[in-house]
Structures are given as C-alpha cells and as structure tokens.
C-alpha cells in the first residue's frame, strides 16, 4: 500500500501559491505543500506543517521537495482562448487597417500560403514555443483552411506540451482570395490537443456550411469556436447576409452553433438580448482587447457581461493582436476597462484580481475545461507557472516590505517571460524547452 502511493507523487512543491477560486479573485496560499502525482494531476494541496508526517509516510524524501524562494510562487497555467496561430508570422504588423478589409489585404493571403508545410512548421513551431515560454499552457487556436498543416499544428502542441484546442478554418464565402476557401474535415488526435468545429465567421459562411458544422459539433460533442460582433461594420454585413436571423447571435442560434462548449471571440458589440442568449446556452466570450484597439474594432464591456453570467475568457488573437503573451492581454484588459471608466465613471474598473482570474480560471470555464484546469484544486490537472519576479537583469525590481500580493501585481503588471522559469502541463515540466 505504502510503495503504491510512494510510486504515485512525482513532484512536491513548497512555499507561496496564487490562484483563483469562484468565490476569491485571488487567493495566496503561503507555506504551503503542493504534490502532484505521475498521472500529471495535483494529489494534494496542504499547510507545510501538515504534510511533513504525511510525506514521510509516502516515502517521499523531503531533499526531493522543489522549494520556491521568498520571491517566488505557483500560479496555474494561463489560458489563451483565441489566438490564430497562422498569423503568428505577421505579429506586430498590418495593424493599419478595420477587420474587413485587414483579412482581404493581410491576413487570407498569408493564410494561403499554409498548403506549404514548410512554411506552417516553422511558423507554428515557433508559435507553439514563444506562447509556451510566455506561460500560455492551453491555447484555442486557429489555424488554415488546410487539413494537413491544421494536423501538424496539432502534433507541434503535442511535442511540446501545451494543451490545445485546434480549429481547422471552415470558411466557403466572400473571400477577395478565390483559391482561399474550403469545407470542413476534422480528426482527433490527442490525449490533451483536441479538434475544435471553426467556422471563420459567419460573412465567410454559406447557411449550409453553418448547418453542417452546427450538425458535426452536436453529433461529436466537440468544441465550437468562431467570431462574433467584432466591428460594426461587420454586425452591417450579417444583417445583409442573413436576413431571416434577428441578430448576429440568432445566426449562429438558428445554425446550432451556439453550445456549452461553444467559445466567440470579441463580441464588443453584442446587445444585453444577444448576452442573454449566451447566458441560456451555455456559450462562451472571448474578449480580446489587444486587437479591439489595434484594428479600432471596438470596446467590450467586460463588467457587463460578466453581470449577465456569461463566462468569459481572455485571448491574444495574433495577429489583430500584436502580443502574443497572455500577460499583455491581462494589461489590455485593464486598459479597456479604465477607458471605459474615463468615458463613464459609473463604470466598475476590473481590479487586476479579476483580471487574473479571466487569465486562469476564467479561460478554463470558457473553453468547458474547469473540471481539468484552471486552479491549484486535488484532481486537476497540474498546468503551472513557476514564477521568480527577482531574476537577473529581469523586469522588476522590489523595495522591502512588499508581500505577496504586490509581488503578483508587480508581475502582471512588469514581468516578461524571463520571470517565468518553469512552465509544466499535465504534471509534465515544458519549459525550459529540453533542447536548451
Ligand atoms: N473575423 C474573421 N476572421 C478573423 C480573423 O482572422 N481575425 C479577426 N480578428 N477577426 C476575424
Ligand atoms: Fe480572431
């Protein structure tokens, strides 16, 4: 019984834990003992005074024991829940134009190019590990309208060690790149990379791609990602379109679209009925500030949607976004929440607590995997950041007195991915990368 259990805790981790419950934005836990077993999920969680004897008992040496030091903590695995992995190489450009004219100049031909294999390995290559470093543990990806690359993307996670969701593109409609279309093909692939049904949005859908794909997410109970509500230009556009449907949301309603497992990216101009649909559904938001100001897309009310209990996640959305680093998405978000206060100050300013928690445990609840991950809780899945705010020529510096929760702050608000030294998924240690 004794060498069962001993054979069963493969790290154990003391000192200063940060993580996010439902009911506390953040909680710290200090002097505390975290084990997490070969499966890759967290055995236990205790006070450091309580768990000597009990390790003992296992047969776990206490100089196997990783201690973090006094500026440094825990912190679950951060959650980006829309990111394109395919315009990961135009990061940090062609932010000059609105959405619907930046996808006909920029983006569908850079998407094109993607039937070259060599062209998406290194492309997601590089996406996979510079969104790994930045401490994204699950990524909800795009990728391209092409089946084989979409399938490398998928391996790339898969070697190395990021949790994922990949969306092939399904788009048949309005393209200004004629040979960029096609329909939908999806397969599973593995234990913690997942297909997910991706209509781009709806002007690139016909209503029977929409139907079909509402029709492969119902039977297959997988994952639905698209667009929603992003400008409103585009909000025109759908009228058009579909003019049977009420409303942008009543497109994706009437197609099957809209499920627990459904997650759209942006929605900055989705009505308090259209909120509510979501909320009766189960789906989810995405909200992705980077890009809403970079393409001048629009302003979503965080506060508002949270009030109607719709579960929202942060996202990157390379490359409307520029950053592809979640940490840069939590700045976004408070940026966009203070604007908001500016314009209106009965606006309730997110406080970066809440932030974090839409980073963390937020993301989880939007993709429908906090029954996995998201926060330090026995039975999940051990996804997590081993942060050092004080390391070498790093990004921070720190003035004496300063606890816990200033050193978290300090970090959401300054660090970089030179303070996260460790990254692990599923109990497995990621970062460093082996090679380096
Ligand atoms: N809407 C449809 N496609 C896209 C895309 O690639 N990026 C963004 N930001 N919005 C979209
Ligand atoms: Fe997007």
Known sequence: NRNDTTARIAHVFRGTFVHSTPRAAVEILQNCVLGVDDKGKI?????????????????????????LGQYEFLMPGMVDTHIHASQYSYAGTALDLPLL???????????????????ANDVYTKVVRRTLKNGTTTACYFATIHTDASLLLGELADRFGQRALVGKVCMDCNSAVPQYKESP????????????????FAPSCSSSLLSELGEI?????????????????EVELVKTLFPGCKSYTDVYL????????TIMAHGCHLTDEELEIFRETGSAVSHC????????????????????????????????????SMLDAMRRTLD??????????????????????????????????DDQIGNFVVGKDFDALRVNVCVPDGPIDLFPGEGPKVILEKFLNLGDDRNITEVYMAGRRVVPFPDT
């Open 185 to 200: 093909i999806l397969e599973d692939c593995y234990p913690n990379v997942k297909p997910v049904v991706t209509p781009r």
């Open 289 to 324: 500030p980077n890009s809403n100001i970079s393409i001048c897309s629009g302003m979503l009310n965080v506060r508002n949607v949270l009030n109607h209990k719709v579960k929202l996640g942060l996202g990157t959305d390379v490359a409307g976004g520029y950053s592809p």
């Open 101 to 119: 004219e930046w996808l006909n100049t920029y983006t569908f031909p850079v998407e094109a190019k993607y039937k070259d294999l060599d062209f």
């Open 336 to 369: 966009t929440s203070k604007a908001l206060t500016i314009q209106d100050p009965q606006h309730k300013t997110l406080s970066f607590e809440e932030v974090f928690r839409l980073a963390t445990l937020g993301g989880s609840e939007a993709l429908s995997l």
């Open 43 to 67: 055995a236990f969680i205790e006070k450091h005074q309580d768990v000597v004897s009990l390790l003992e008992i296992w047969g776990f040496e206490t100089s196997d024991i990783k201690q």
């Open 254 to 261: 009437k197609h099957n679209l809209l499920t627990d497992r």
């Open 217 to 233: 997410a119902n039977n297959n109970k997988l994952h639905v990602q698209s667009h929603i509500s992003e400008n409103k230009e």
